[in-house]
């Protein structure tokens, strides 16, 4: 499992004892994964925020970010051009313009 915020990950690693007054309202059951790290199953590893594929889907990305995460998700090449696909789409494989 990959993190980008070090907090997390302390949290995730050592439960309620990386647990402080802004963090008291996280009841044990929330500490779940902690459990699933103690027994292996998983692990953390830290991922710098710029190698976060899935951010795209809950953070507003424009640019270069986007289109790095858009071929990532989509398979398509860096510089995918929009327009040039439209222009080869069937015009029945199109929304309508209703």
């Known amino acids: 499992m990959f993190q980008d ?33 103690a027994s292996g199953k998983v692990s953390v590893e830290y991922s710098p925020t710029e190698m976060m594929w899935a951010d795209v889907l809950n953070k507003p990305k424009s640019g270069r970010p986007f289109r ?18 439209l222009l080869q789409t069937h015009g029945d494989l199109l929304p309508s313009q209703d």
């Open 68 to 85: 790095l995460d858009r071929s990532y998700l989509m398979n398509v090449p860096v510089a995918y051009d929009d327009t040039a696909e």
């Open 5 to 37: 915020n070090m907090a997390t990950m302390q949290l995730e690693v050592n439960g309620a004892f990386s647990s402080s007054k802004r963090t008291k309202h996280i009841k044990a059951r929330y500490f779940f994964i902690k459990d699933k790290i």
